[in-house]
């Protein structure tokens, strides 16, 4: 069948979601996602399927809004949440990604044609770091792509809809679904994940390689475990129906409770994706889909200004090619055509892309002067949130005074015990051991210049594929 309509499946029923208006839930996902009334529509935002489990623990009483879902701010302490993943384990709440169903004869051919990666070997039950760009070569969506069948496919990914926008424009025997209202996504991450998962599931995760995945049940309930390490290390995803979320969701945390295990609050979400060197939609570039109708779901200035010292008056000076935020392992130009592999091939001619992401590690008596405007007489500098702000916020970087770069995802590592953030720089700046200047502060407010080592990334040892803590 040539794909040009979404189908929608039944939501889960009203006994599972108490909190929910489930009526409301289902009108609110069909306009949300109906491609002839936009692929989002401001609306009251759902809980997550786990909402029972995560209300009872949620100290905070706090929650933050993450485009269809709200999820707790903070469980305990930030500090301890975001330390967790190297300590012991924690799980988080991913649900909030948009989740997109590809099945049909041509669905491998249609993937690789919007994608940079080298689909040849990819396997049942394995996933991929998948990158889409435009025809000027930037990122236009980038998330994980699963083969759960011959030729069935799911894409998750805040941007996914480009994919879904690039199924529409050709003939293709393909059938795309949306099914993020329908679908948890809980990561358990740190060295003492592997040992709470097995004895969740009664499963040896031994033999799961980093990739993998495979299909688990839980009494009756049906779950895939997938081999993932957003934060670098030892790592794994759940996925599964929403009608189970509370029910997945509190048995991790039951089982995990003599590990240690902690439950992860946005407020400490993505300090992992910063200290793996992972560069993020919209916190670290933004998506060149921005201004088409397969936009990410909630564009970076739907809610709020961008922040920080930098100028940006124009969206597209975020925009990236894979390379630029090293992405250079999904980029395969000699295996297929894809959209975009014409710039790309020109910026590897070019001797590669003009600029690199580095990491940034900043001066903590810099650092000081900034907080200590809070406690002096003149103008006070905006203090940092920490461990970050979870915008957009970008900040200018100098070399002898001159704007070189930027700088985005500033945050404090609890495990570093430093501040760092990524850094955008041009090549002949993109060096380890060098020195630059970050102007803090927004633009036209008070700012202060803070010191900062250039330095390679990740910012810690890349571990993700162990298997065993």
């Known amino acids: 069948m040539v794909a040009n309509s979404t ?66 701010w903070e469980y305990t302490s930030w500090l301890e949440e975001a330390r967790s993943f190297h300590d012991t384990a924690y799980i988080g709440d991913w649900s909030g990604i948009v989740k997109i169903r590809f099945r049909g004869a041509d669905a491998l051919k249609f993937l690789s044609f919007i994608g940079t990666n080298n689909l040849q070997k990819f396997g049942i039950n394995q996933a991929k770091h998948h990158v889409q760009v435009n025809e000027a070569g930037k990122i236009a969506s980038q998330g994980l792509l699963y083969r759960v069948g011959e030729e069935d496919f799911l894409y998750t990914g805040n941007s996914a809809y480009w994919a879904f926008h690039q199924l529409k424009q050709g003939k293709w025997n393909v059938d795309a679904e949306i099914e993020s209202a329908e679908h948890f996504v809980f990561s358990v991450q740190g060295p003492m994940s592997r040992v709470i998962l097995e004895e969740v599931f009664a499963s040896d995760l031994g033999s799961l390689r980093f990739n993998d995945s495979f299909l688990v049940e839980l009494g009756d309930v049906e779950v895939r475990i997938v081999r993932t390490g957003i934060t670098g290390e030892l790592g794994y995803e759940l ?66 200004r961008i922040l920080g010292s930098y100028e ?111 850094g955008h720089l041009p090549r002949e700046h993109a060096e380890a051991g060098g020195i630059v200047t970050i102007v803090w502060g927004n633009r036209g407010e008070a700012q202060r210049e803070v010191r900062a080592e250039v330095v390679e990334l990740p910012f810690k040892p890349d571990v993700r594929r162990i298997t065993s803590p």
């Not at 405007?373 to 003149?378: A, D, N, Q, R, S």
């Not at 500033?410 to 495990?415: A, E, W």
């Open 312 to 422: 940006l008056d124009d969206s597209s000076l975020l925009f990236r090619t894979p390379s630029e935020v090293n992405f250079f392992r999904q980029v395969s130009l000699d295996s297929h055509d894809f959209i975009g592999r014409d710039a790309l091939a020109a910026e590897q001619r070019a001797g590669g892309p003009a600029r690199r992401l580095m990491g940034l590690i900043w001066n903590k008596k810099d650092l000081l002067d900034v907080y200590a405007t809070l406690f002096e007489e003149g103008p006070i500098v905006s203090p940092m949130d920490l461990p970050r702000f979870l915008g957009l916020s970008v900040d200018k970087v100098l070399s002898s005074g001159n704007v070189i770069g930027c700088s985005t995802s500033r945050v404090y590592s609890p495990y570093l015990r430093s501040m760092i953030s990524l």
């Open 239 to 304: 996925h599964g129906s929403t009608r189970f979320g509370n029910l997945v969701w509190s048995k991790v945390v039951a089982a995990g409770a003599a590990h240690g295990i902690k439950q992860l609050g946005v407020r400490s979400q993505i300090v992992s994706h910063v200290e793996a060197g992972i560069a993020t939609n919209d916190r670290d570039f933004i998506s060149a889909a921005v201004n088409t109708p397969g936009a990410p779901l909630i564009p970076p200035t739907a809610r709020s």
């Open 7 to 72: 189908t929608r499946r039944e939501m889960p029923a009203a006994e599972q979601h108490p909190l929910l208006d489930v009526e409301r839930y289902k009108q609110d996902w069909s306009a949300a996602t109906d491609p002839q009334k936009g692929f989002y529509l401001e609306r009251t935002p759902l809980f997550s399927s786990a909402a029972a489990a995560q209300d009872a623990a949620n100290s905070s009483r706090m929650l933050w809004s993450w485009a269809p879902i709200w999820l707790p």
